[in-house]
């Protein structure tokens, strides 16, 4: 995590953990929090604390799948108050363009150093389907404006910020969706506006992702941009085969779905499953680091890092060692029936 008031280092954009482990060439490891539907912080502590030593950077979502929550910005300040370095999601779902650096502002200058811009889910999918979305600018137009504040020390109207954030950009991409063939296309465009970093959305079909990699390798963008491919632990099989066949743009092989529906016990298989793809992308030409988003089961993130072996961590969180689980974090492993996976954490 990077001090509020420092500037980065010699070639570093930003100097934050996140941007220092891509750069020293050491495989990357990333968690991420969901913050929840009320105004409190405990989830994001609690979370936060069991990753802490154990991840480089947590992203903070930004009101995930169309839903209310408590803010991104908010949640990801709390970190930094923590001594944890927080990834700040920004969507275009909800925002102009005066908000959004606006709020790019607020965070760095509460020490967030790393931004992942992205679109955001359709707001007909959550909890508020009649609210208008912004999109005043879309995914690799906010991308462009973080890096003229960065890069140029301007606003995007071209007037001149004083002592203007300087971040690590990120962005996302999705290796599944149609058509196929485009997926490299856009991620080079996105290279082209000026992300650092790219998370890809989750990987639950490791042959489809293989082939992307193939494409993204012929256009050498692995050479511009550090990938880290997202890694989601699915609760149970059946949360697979409804991600199989009810969610557009998501692609889930069967091998995934059978492996878990025949494991004697589906959450140890998912986490088991989710260690293994961590160590094939490990062996991946390209692949810079590893994404691991446990959607609505962030508790088991420690179980999955230390399992793969992803410890110690080289920069994260001023150095420290990883923080003890508390009993909370334990009573939920205990109520998923992981508690065993790793007998010396339970």
């Given at each position: ?199 890809t959305q989750c990987i639950l079909d490791m ?140």
């Open positions: 995590m990077t001090e509020a008031n420092s500037k980065p280092e010699g070639n570093l954009k930003s100097g934050s953990a996140l941007e220092r482990t891509y750069v020293s060439g050491q495989f990357v490891c990333t968690g991420e929090v969901g913050p929840p539907k009320e105004s409190s912080f405990h989830h994001v502590e609690m979370y936060g604390n069991g990753m802490k030593g154990r991840v480089d950077a947590i992203n903070l979502t930004d009101n995930q799948t169309a839903v209310t929550r408590l803010s991104s910005w908010a949640a990801a300040v709390k970190l930094v108050m923590m001594g944890l370095e927080p990834n700040l999601q920004m969507v275009c779902r909800d925002r102009n363009r005066l908000a959004m650096q606006s709020d790019l502002l607020g965070a760095y200058a509460h020490g967030v150093r790393n931004v992942l811009c992205l679109s955001g889910d359709h707001q007909a999918f959550g909890n508020h389907p009649g609210c208008k979305g912004v999109y005043d600018v879309d995914s690799i137009q906010l991308i462009g404006m973080v890096k003229k504040l960065r890069d140029e020390g301007c606003f995007e109207c071209g007037e001149e910020c004083k002592n203007n954030p300087k971040f690590f950009i990120g962005c996302v991409e999705n290796p599944f969706g149609d058509p196929f063939e485009f997926r490299a296309v856009r991620l080079e465009k996105k290279i082209e506006a000026g992300a650092d970093f790219v998370q042959e489809r992702f293989e082939r992307f990699m193939e494409m993204v390798r012929e256009r050498g963008l692995h050479k511009r941009i550090y990938i880290s491919p997202g890694l989601m632990p699915v609760k149970s099989p059946k949360m697979a085969r409804y991600m199989q066949h009810g969610v557009p743009g998501m692609l889930v092989s069967e091998e995934f779905c059978q492996y878990l529906e025949t494991a004697p016990n589906g959450k140890i298989g998912a986490l088991d499953l989710t260690v293994d793809y961590v160590k094939r992308c490990q062996q991946m030409e390209g692949v810079a680091g590893v994404h691991i988003m446990a959607v609505a089961w962030e508790e088991v993130v420690p179980l999955v890092v230390q399992k793969a072996g992803l410890l110690p961590r080289p920069f994260a969180a001023f150095h420290d060692n990883p923080a003890p689980i508390s009993d909370e974090i334990k009573a939920l492993w205990k109520k998923s029936g992981v508690d065993n996976y790793i007998p010396e954490l339970a």
